[in-house]
């Protein structure tokens, strides 16, 4: 019966948990935080129906029962940071903010229509991006959303080429352009 209460009690507040989850601009994120919410109603839902087996349960102290109420009551995992899909660069939104700048016209010229080295269609992302460090396969896809067709591994080896231009990001395998490069980049590119 108490299941049935909070299951009313969750339907009743199901427009402000579609707000919240809809006010994320990645559907990955909003996937995300509607999942934790509905694992932690059902993670709150399991734990009232253990303590009620636990207190209705004749014999508390028989290693037995309690061994049987442990396999029954399965605790989440918590995800690990490098699988966590809301700490990811969204790649899309950067597509979209180059799209819509002013100076995509002249972007579109040097990027997608001219004929630049692969060194300066990944550093285009990174100095697109500013301080953001993101990394090689993030730089490849933002591209191939412009219709810059590079693969992964000649993004990786565009990036190490030019080594000394980047800095290493917080986050393993990231990269943002120094501000010396940022500098000499933008002057080539809006030249």
Do not use: C, Y
Request: proline share 2%; hydrophobic share 40%; charged share 30%.
């Amino acid at each position: 019966m108490a299941e049935n209460d909070d299951l009313d009690r969750l339907l009743a507040r199901m427009d402000e948990i579609a707000k919240a989850v809809n006010s994320f601009t990645s559907e990955s994120v909003q996937q995300s935080a509607f999942d934790s919410l509905i694992s932690a109603f059902a993670g709150a839902i399991s734990s009232r129906a253990s303590k009620r087996d636990v207190d209705s349960n004749s014999s508390p102290n028989d290693t037995e029962d309690r061994e049987q109420l442990g396999k029954r009551v399965r605790k989440s995992q918590r995800k690990s940071r490098a699988t966590d899909s809301s700490s990811r660069f969204d790649e899309v939104a950067l597509l979209n903010s180059i799209k819509d700048d002013p100076r995509f016209e002249r972007f579109r010229e040097r990027i997608v229509l001219g004929n630049p080295t692969k060194v300066q269609q990944v550093k285009f992302v990174s100095w697109f991006a500013g301080e953001t460090a993101i990394t090689s396969g993030d730089m490849m896809r933002v591209l191939n959303g412009l219709g810059v067709k590079i693969s992964q591994p000649d993004a990786s080896k565009a990036v190490a080429a030019a080594k000394n231009d980047f800095i290493a990001g917080t986050k393993a395998n990231t990269f943002r352009m120094s501000a010396r490069a940022h500098a000499d980049f933008e002057k080539w590119l809006l030249e």
